[in-house]
């Protein structure tokens, strides 16, 4: 591990724990990214930082390699684990309206 992204971990973790809303901050700003795997690696950093793979593999029963494959940049968790590690770490999902664009009619359709 380079020094670059050592210092950057310890930043975040210095962060996370400071206070905690500044972990809910990066997850929100990292899910909005066009890559999914932004997230899944940002949900990395904050688990590293609230326990360790291990502790939170033993809190969702998901073995510690799952979890290492599923929180990777080629992971693509089943919304079950997602959900289990998110509740683990005291986070959950939450569903909210885009934001609307100026001169753009939306139209949403319930399903």
Same mark, same amino acid.
């Given at each position: 591990?380079?020094?670059?992204?050592?210092?950057?971990?310890?930043?975040?973790?210095?962060?996370?724990?400071?206070?905690?809303?500044?972990?809910?901050?990066?997850?929100?700003?990292?899910?909005?990214?066009?890559?999914?795997?932004?997230? =899944?690696? @940002? $949900?990395?950093?904050?688990?590293?930082?609230?326990?360790?793979?291990?502790?939170?593999? *033993? /809190?969702?029963?998901?073995?510690?390699?799952?979890?290492?494959?599923?929180?990777?940049?080629?992971?693509?968790?089943?919304?079950?684990?997602?959900?289990?590690? =998110?509740? @683990? $770490?005291?986070?959950?999902?939450?569903?909210?309206?885009?934001?609307?664009?100026?001169? *753009? /009619?939306?139209?949403?359709?319930?399903?």
């Amino acid at each position: 591990m380079s020094n670059k992204t050592s210092d950057h971990e310890k930043h975040l973790r210095k962060r996370f724990l400071e206070n905690p809303q500044n972990a809910v901050d990066y997850l929100n700003v990292c899910l909005q990214d066009d890559d999914p795997q932004v997230f =899944l690696l @940002a $949900l990395r950093d904050v688990a590293k930082t609230f326990g360790g793979i291990t502790k939170l593999a *033993r /809190k969702t029963a998901i073995s510690r390699e799952h979890l290492y494959i599923t929180l990777s940049d080629q992971g693509n968790p089943a919304f079950s684990n997602l959900s289990a590690v =998110l509740d @683990a $770490l005291g986070f959950k999902i939450l569903i909210a309206p885009k934001e609307k664009r100026k001169g *753009r /009619k939306r139209h949403v359709t319930a399903a």
